[in-house]
């Protein structure tokens, strides 16, 4: 929290993540607080002094911490919010994810106005004759390479964005014995800007020729042309007093971002502020890791039954099964710490592990060999038992095949080790809660009676 006066900030109030708070210089008039969340740290920060040197006049910081909006499509519609003198709150609109986009219902309002324009162009000329008292049969063929365009116009910054179909008739123009005429065709789907590849349109003419009289044909395309025709860093916090300008900003080096605590002095006022940040951190390692209580736990073990079977044997002679079972367990192991702490940094835990021990006088509780684990750590894995029994003649057998399940909830303590980037290293002890779920090794009970 920070109490702003005219000309300076008059007192800092800070809250540690172990419970601690301070009130530095005297609070009075109005004031800006900020709550960090867990997992957020700083990415910048900048302090002012108020123009004659002897008192804090600013603090500016931005964070990690995001507000993340779910932009659909992406293609905004508008902006809502509330503001007085300031910015009270800022929405976005957007459209969501589309699926298609089709312009339909496509009508030309001026078409029946139009008055078509037609450029006649010359594909061939050619004169055929007969000087002969018989018919005569000429094939005439041409061909000539035409495109077609069609394109409705939108917002560039809608087609962009999206692939529009236009399902329409196309304007045409038809040449009648009166002269040329304009309709729409039948209505289809086509891309907004439609320009398909050249088209060849081929002919072939089959052509009677009289005797003596020439004949010529001409062919002709008529192409209609109509004129006219993706969230960045937000600043999170700054205070200042409230009738002077700033002058001088001190960038910071935030490091890591991790805020260990605060320093400086003041009085009535801020008179200099510093923050201790931890140096961009390389490795996080939990170790000498202890369980103090363990020797006082009495294991709460529950059994769970695998399988249960019977052999029996009615022979004279002995008989071997095989017995078959597996079992699909999953064991977890969690060391507490501050969640500020473990969602900033990757915490690795070099320890041993509590488990159970299925003795014939009943379950113990041992620590495994010490290895390395996330502060978080589970394995899953298929626990499987394959032995051979015998079964005596005339006897049976009854196989009971268990597995012991035990929960654990109790304290450690151990060392953080903190190695930053530059090789300095930050050690300090530590403790908290150890939680895991561990199971035994499947155990197989027989008992052997006569039939």
Not at 229 to 239: G, I
Not at 251 to 268: I, Q, T, W
Not at 347 to 358: L, N, R, S
Not at 383 to 395: G, N, R, S
């Amino acid at each position: 929290t920070r109490i702003l006066g005219e000309w300076q900030v008059k007192a800092v109030k800070v809250w540690l993540s172990d419970g601690r708070s301070e009130t530095f210089g005297q609070p009075a008039g109005r004031y800006k607080e900020y709550a960090f969340k867990s997992g957020e740290c700083f990415t910048s920060l900048s302090p002012w002094d108020n123009g004659e040197y002897r008192r804090l006049g600013a603090i500016k910081f931005k964070t990690n911490q995001e507000y993340p909006m779910d932009v659909g499509s992406g293609f905004c519609l508008g902006v809502e919010g509330g503001a007085g003198a300031g910015i009270t709150r800022i929405g976005f609109m957007f459209l969501n994810a589309v699926q298609t986009t089709v312009l339909t219902n496509v009508n030309y309002p001026t078409l029946h106005l139009l008055e078509p324009k037609v450029a006649v162009e010359e594909i061939k000329s050619m004169t055929y004759t007969n000087d002969t008292s018989a018919n005569q049969q000429q094939t005439v063929e041409t061909s000539k390479k035409v495109t077609k365009t069609s394109s409705w116009s939108m917002s560039n910054s809608f087609t962009a964005t999206f692939s529009v179909e236009v399902k329409a008739g196309i304007p045409g123009i038809v040449d009648l014995s009166t002269g040329f005429s304009v309709s729409v065709g039948t209505e289809s789907m086509k891309p907004l800007d439609n320009q398909p590849d050249g088209i060849k349109s081929m002919h072939s003419s089959l052509v009677s020729v009289s005797p003596h009289c020439p004949r010529g044909t001409m062919e002709n395309t008529d192409v209609l042309e109509p004129s006219n025709s993706r969230p960045t860093r937000v600043e999170k916090f700054f205070a200042r007093m409230t009738k002077y300008s700033l002058p001088t900003e001190y960038p910071m080096d935030v490091g890591s971002g991790f805020c260990l605590g605060v320093a400086g002095r003041a009085g009535a006022d801020i008179v200099r502020i510093g923050f201790v940040f931890l140096n961009p951190v390389q490795t996080t390692v939990l170790t000498n890791v202890n369980y103090p209580t363990l020797h006082l736990l009495e294991p709460k073990v529950a059994v769970e039954e695998i399988k249960s079977m019977t052999y029996t044997n009615d022979t004279s002679a002995n008989q071997q099964q095989t017995v078959e079972t597996s079992k699909k367990v999953t064991k977890t192991s969690s060391w507490s710490m501050s969640n500020s702490f473990t969602a900033t940094f990757s915490v690795e835990v070099k320890a041993g592990i509590p488990g159970i021990v299925d003795l014939s006088t009943g379950f113990s509780v041992s620590v495994g060999t010490e290895s390395s684990y996330s502060h978080e750590h589970t394995d899953e894995r298929t626990e499987t038992l394959t032995f051979p029994l015998d079964v005596p003649p005339k006897k049976k057998v009854d196989v009971d095949i268990t597995i012991g399940r035990a929960a654990f909830d109790l304290p450690y303590t151990g060392t953080l080790k903190i190695t930053c980037k530059n090789g300095s290293v930050l050690q300090y002890e530590t403790n908290g809660q150890y939680q895991g779920i561990t199971y035994t090794d499947i155990k197989v009970n027989t008992k052997e009676s006569d039939l």
